[in-house]
């Protein structure tokens, strides 16, 4: 009688016996595989179970690796500084440094539960100084390379968490951290120049192996465009107002311009009897979020009361102004076609401005526009000398032509905006920055880094746009590096995106104290070969990441300049009805109950087959039960079979290499749900090959080693049952013999005229006429007519064709 599987003590001994013999050993003679999860920053929630699917999914892969004769680079560690840990450190009336430290421990515990392969010899937490002494190092040398700068500018403030935000931190006109309403501040802000890498970061996305859905939200994140920048004089004034259009052949048919609020001439166009209301709007426009004005689904603007001269017609333009231009993307003044453009359509029904048709289907014009004629193509009309052009074709001319008349010039564009780098929060990097009367700014000489954070009692945010550090006048007063004069220290922090930019290179050589990376530790192990985590990162950690790798290129650190060259993305474990599991909702499941009711390898198995990984899938704790039995069932059968002495089969070995060639190709896919269960659909044939009289011991130990990515602690029991004494994991993973797999017998159908009459069963290399002879005998005297043709595609189909 078998004996019974034990989850609590199987899973006991293998983790004490992992630790005192790791089965990840680099030997210097195997090629690495290097396999990253993206780290967490540490809630004071703990992980549940979605965070779970994701760790499980890179530790197969990691484990399967493995087993393919790879050393696995396969670390683990901690984004701990930033508003998440602040703000629960708030919340908690604790000091950041505590809570963090709390949380850290907490979940490196619930990570150890997975019982992955992680190597805690390479952990990195972004806190520590001996790490961020590398973040600030980068930042002065981007400083150096002028990449690094300070500007003052209205930026994106959350007033509930009292610091500024990228563009990219808000979603849908709200915090991405907290969810309040998002508006606007003046301040003076550190910036890199990320737009000096607009192109490579988009030309570079094609040497990717990563989901397009994420290529093309960077593709559309920085927002390359082709058109012209086009001068309109503006009456009676002197000065010009220059807009960027990627349409300039509709110029003919632009009958109003529109300026951004905070455009530099949209206050003075106003005239007397239009100021108050232009003011008021322009008030009113700064308190909104450039994601609002972009997203606001009614169109509001005040028109100026002054008039523009469209260059190429003479014909007046009135000026307006409305917020769903923005300032910072070209040159904050566009003009409007409103037959031709969805959104000045909207916008000059609304204010009852002129429509002028400019391209039209065959060149005939549409009476009564309804709708904005916004098709690619079409005929040029009403646009003077252009008349009769094909609009394609005088969109690339357009360009040159506005060049050659002197009132324009053919340009490119991009949205993506130089990244706001400046936090007025104290748990952050401090920026390496001094500020000298005399000097200028100037940094922190290299030697002297890490910078380090002080200890405060009072960490929270001022909401007066300084950092709690402005308050420690001990920190902040300091001397000039430079001249030596009295100076004082940068007291806004860096956002929480600066040690996840870079972190991936550390964790390779975490504990040199000398150089961010050594240069041979990076050639060996970098860039990362397979990286592992959730959507919502697609645009911000991910195209930073790419920025700050081609910098450290460009700067000589590293050999490479793209961090992760296969990028897997996978979906979230939700609540019922698909609502996101939190706290807040009391819908989070934790791992923990059910890896003591459950063990570890039945949770890692459900985790993957609630559903394909890569989709969001709702979690149902019932379903668990199945795949634990299915463990029993597993567990069982191996037992049962592992003392009899049965000999090899033809029918065992075909079984044997279609369970290899399924489990492998599912795995390679990425279908890892169906690898579930698939092994469920082998488990019973086995069963039914035990009834029969057993399965052989190599059938056995290639079922185990299938298994062992996806529940280690069975696998590594059943191998010890089988007889050896070294790890599952010490051995090659399988291969499909394909010969091997084949069928002795198929039956196929048989047709005449292309309908099926019957059906045969014939050797899988059988003669064609054989096969022939053996149809003709099985449809007997339904072949009553003329044979025309006699059809046989092997081991798929015979047709008869008959008159």
Known sequence: MATPYNHKEIEKKWRQNWEKNPVNVNDGKKPKYYCLDMFPYPSGNGLHVGHWRGYVISDVWSRYKMLQGYYLIHPMGWDAFGLPAENYAIKMGVHPAKSTAENVANIKRQINEIAAVYDWDMEVNTTDPNFYKWTQWIFVKMFKEGLAYEKEMPINWCPSCKTGLANEEVVNGNCERCGSPVTKKNLKQWMLRITKYADRLLEDLNKLDWPEKVKKMQTDWIGKSYGAEVDFPIDGRDEKITVYTTRPDTLHGATFMVLAPEHALAASL???????????????????SNVDRLQDKEKTGVFTGSYAINPLNGAKTPIWISDYVLADYGTGAIMCVPAHDDRDFEFATKFNIPIIQVIAKDGKAIENMTEAYTEASGTMINSGEWNGMESAVLKKEAPMIIEEKGFGRKTVNYKLRDWVFSRQRYWGEPIPIVHCPKCGCVPVPEEELPLLLPEVESYQPTGTGESPLAAIDSWVNTTCPKCGAPAKRETNTMPQWAGSSWYFLRYVDSHNKDELVSREKADKYLPVDMYIGGVEHAVLHLLYSRFYTKFLYDIGVIDFDEPFHKLFNQGMITGKNGIKMSK????????????????CDSLRMYELFVGPPELDSEWDDRGIDGVYRFLNRFWNMVLQNKDKDVKETKELVKLRHKMVYDITSRLESFSLNTVISGFMEYNNKL?????????????????????????????????QQLGHDTSVFKNTWPSADEEAMKDDEVEIPVQINGKTKAVISISADEAKDAVIAKAKEVLGDRLSGNIVKEIYVPGKIVNIVQK
């Open 270 to 288: 106003a005239t007397p009897e239009n100021k108050e209301a232009v003011d008021k709007y322009i008030y009113e426009a700064s308190m909104k």
């Open 584 to 599: 807040s909702k009391g819908n989070v499941i934790s791992p923990d109950d059910l890896v003591r009711d459950y063990g």
């Open 687 to 719: 069963i039914e090959m035990t009834k029969k009289g057993g399965v052989d011991k190599e059938t056995l130990e290639t079922a185990v080693i299938l298994m062992a990515p996806f529940a280690p602690h069975v696998a590594e029991e059943l191998w």
